[in-house]
């Protein structure tokens, strides 16, 4: 009998494709990727690689985002600390200003508003994570500090006006920081610093210039609501921060879907496929062997 050589060429080249196929079939069902080289779908490799690419960036954010909430939540906290501080301030200062008090009680007064100035330049020195929040850009060093050896006290900034800015996923920029001095010392009147010192030195000596005192407790409540004010900014950043974030991770669990769409291989499917191909391997090899046997070898020798 002779063999059409070109048919047993055929016979072989198919021979290989289904090897192959079988190779390429039992390597996804292994791994369970749909993907396993960048030659077998590089269209879809190259999709992967730009899913995998959006969604690194959004972890990135995630984490930037988490890092820079605890700091504002911390700014946040230490204002409203200092509100409550001033607002008690105010209230001893008013109570000092009616001129029934004697030199002993006015005293006590000047002796409590000192020890909120220490809260409040404490509070102003307020770190996260070892970065002073209100320092500017020189977040390594306590940005205030008070010199007591003035009538009144004197305290400083040490930090800069550098204002810290995040940027959005959508090219939107929040704002992370108030600069100390913008915070505490202001401009004129609005220096809580300067009014809570004033009044130190109002009360000192036990015995109130009321107009005086009474200019200073005007110009601490000024000072109260510039702060307040301050205040908006971080919760305004806190708001838009959260929303951002809520946003990133919603886009992620798109991405992520869509990337395991892509990737994940449709197991029962290729499990059939892999079946039928080990079954025409079989038939194959079948066809071979009876050619093989009837052709004097003339497989064998195209093998070899």
Do not use: C, H, W
């Not at 490799?45 to 700091?71: C, P």
């Not at 920029?173 to 401009?187: E, H, R, S, T, Y």
């Not at 109130?208 to 305004?236: G, K």
């Amino acid at each position: 009998m002779r063999v059409d050589p070109t048919y047993i060429t055929n016979l072989v080249g198919s021979l290989d494709q289904t090897q192959a196929s079988e190779q390429q079939l039992s390597s996804e069902l292994s791994s369970g990727a749909s993907i396993t080289s960048l030659s077998q779908n590089p269209v879809g490799a190259g999709e992967n690689v730009l899913l995998l690419s959006q969604i690194q960036q959004d972890d990135s954010f995630t984490a930037s985002s988490n890092l820079v909430t605890g700091q504002l939540q911390v700014a946040d906290s230490a204002l409203g600390s200092v509100v409550t501080e001033l607002t008690q301030a105010i209230s001893l200062a008013t109570s000092a200003n009616n001129g029934t008090m004697n030199s002993s009680d006015v005293k006590s007064v000047a002796n409590q508003i000192s020890g909120i100035v220490d809260e409040v330049q404490s509070l102003a020195n307020t770190s996260y994570q070892g970065q002073f929040i209100f320092a500017g850009g020189k977040t390594t060093a306590a940005p205030f500090s008070t010199a007591t050896a003035t009538s009144p006290p004197v305290t400083s900034y040490n930090g800069d006006e550098n204002v810290n800015l995040l940027e959005l996923p959508n090219g939107q920029k929040i704002q992370l920081n108030v600069p100390g001095d913008q915070v505490f010392l202001g401009a004129g009147t609005s220096s809580v610093f300067g009014a809570l010192n004033a009044l130190v030195a109002d009360y000192s000596s036990g015995e109130v210039n009321i107009a005086q005192a009474a200019s200073d407790t005007t110009a601490l409540s000024t000072a109260l609501s510039y702060v307040s004010q301050q205040r908006v900014t971080i919760d305004s950043s806190i708001t838009q921060l959260s929303a951002a974030s809520g946003a990133v991770t919603t886009e992620k669990t798109q991405l992520t879907a869509a990337q395991t769409a892509l990737m994940q291989a449709d197991l029962p499917t290729i499990s059939t496929q892999l079946s039928l191909a080990e079954t025409q391997q079989t038939a194959l090899e079948d066809v071979i062997a009876q050619l093989d046997s009837t052709s004097n070898s003339l497989f064998s020798k195209l093998q070899g």
